[in-house]
């Protein structure tokens, strides 16, 4: 069984020494702690150790969870697929979500986000292989898509979240993420579409293979699990 505070520092040493080889600000990416299929114990020892947040992609899964630590105050975001009959309990209870593609899904969770709540974050899932058997908008869709999300109040259109296919080597990887950090930055440029999501900055994109090569495209927010956690 891993050291999770141990496993944590070393992580955070290869995000670091990425950021610094890329020439980029010493904070300028964000460790996701993949929590899923593990128990809440190893959640409590890594917020122990600083971690503050985690990453869940099975709904019932992460609700228990939830209740097992809600004396933490843990920032959740849910990373797997979004069927419609789980956006009610997803808005409730989620802080971020990373698997956004349609404007149906990004619908019901503004409709069904509590009032009481901040608006929910939310990333757009981005097919940057144009893979059939992966969720995702493709990289010419993302202009339509943000256009479609606008009077949703209750959510909050941050950025873009990738799974590329596997490559052979870390500049492969990073030729592969290099489009989807460059669509960011030209909406960012776009007038129009910094007008209807002024807080659009996150490429949640780098797992624990190829964090190296997602930061060095620009990635600010990496997805951990094995590297932390162990395998599954």
Known sequence: MPNIHDQLAL????????L???????DGALLLAVSKTKPAADVRLAFDAGQRDFGENYLQEALDKQQQLKDLAIVWHFIGPIQSNKTRAIAENFDWVHSVDRVKIATRLNDQRPAH????????????????????VLLSELPDLLESLVNLPHICVRGFMAIPAPRDNVEQ??????P?????????????????HPQLDTLSMGMSGDLE?????????????TDIFGKR
Do not use: F
């Open 117 to 136: 709540l901040p608006p929910l974050n939310v990333c757009l899932q981005v097919n940057v292989d144009n893979e059939p058997t992966k969720s995702g």
């Open 20 to 26: 610094e080889d890329s020439g980029r600000k010493p």
């Open 173 to 178: 990887q990073r030729q592969a993420l290099l």
């Open 180 to 196: 989807l950090a460059e669509t960011l930055q030209e909406l960012q440029a776009s007038p129009r579409i910094h007008a209807l």
């Open 11 to 18: 992580v955070h040493h290869r995000i670091s020494k990425a």
């Open 213 to 225: 090569a997602a930061i060095a495209a620009g990635s600010t927010m990496v997805r951990v699990g």
